[in-house]
Every structure is written in structure tokens, then in C-alpha cells.
């Protein structure tokens, strides 16, 4: 009968600037072979800062999408279906085209 390996524990520090998280109303993500890019902005026009910076690398950034997309549902499940916000207009150069 073989025994059980002992489960490590790992213990997280959060650091002190951290604590109050920081707010973004936006996010631009971008990728390479070996790694996801998020960068989460705060925009208020017209202007805007990026507020946090993520680099990960594809199989963690599968996993939080499936901890987001299970999140999510969890949160509909106790508050009712969100309808996504529409996408912000389009900024024009000075000047408007036909459609």
C-alpha cells in the first residue's frame, strides 16, 4: 500500500500597493507563439493609462479563461444573465465618411 504525497502548501504574499487593486474599463490583448499579453486600461476620453500588465503563457491563459467563462456563470447563475456592453464609437480623424 503506497502513501499519499503530502500536499505542499504555498504560501502567497500580497504586497501592500496591491491590496486595492486597480480598476480598468478596457483591455487590449495581444499574443505571440509562446506568450499572452493583456493590457488592462483605464480610459477615460480623451485619454487613457494602462493600469496592470499580464504576460502568461498560453496553456495559463487557457486556464483562466476557463476559471473566467466558470466564474461567469456562476454569477449569472446567482444575479441574473448580463447583456455585453456595446462597443465605444469609433474615433474618427476630423472628419466623417458615408457608410
Known amino acids: 500500500m503506497s502513501e499519499q504525497p503530502a500536499k505542499k502548501e504555498v504560501k502567497i504574499a500580497f504586497p501592500e500597493n496591491l491590496r486595492g487593486g486597480v480598476y480598468a474599463n478596457n483591455l487590449f490583448v495581444a499574443h505571440t507563439r509562446e506568450e499572452f499579453i493583456l493590457d488592462f486600461m483605464m480610459v477615460m476620453p480623451p485619454v487613457g493609462s ?4 499580464v504576460i502568461t503563457s498560453p496553456g495559463h491563459m487557457k486556464r483562466m479563461v476557463s476559471a473566467l467563462t466558470e466564474n461567469m456563470k456562476k454569477y449569472e ?3 441574473g444573465k448580463l447583456t455585453e456592453a456595446a462597443e465605444p464609437a469609433k474615433p474618427t480623424m476630423g ?3 458615408p457608410e
Open 50 to 53: 494602462v493600469t496592470a500588465r
Open 77 to 79: 447563475d446567482k444575479f
Open 95 to 97: 472628419f466623417h465618411t
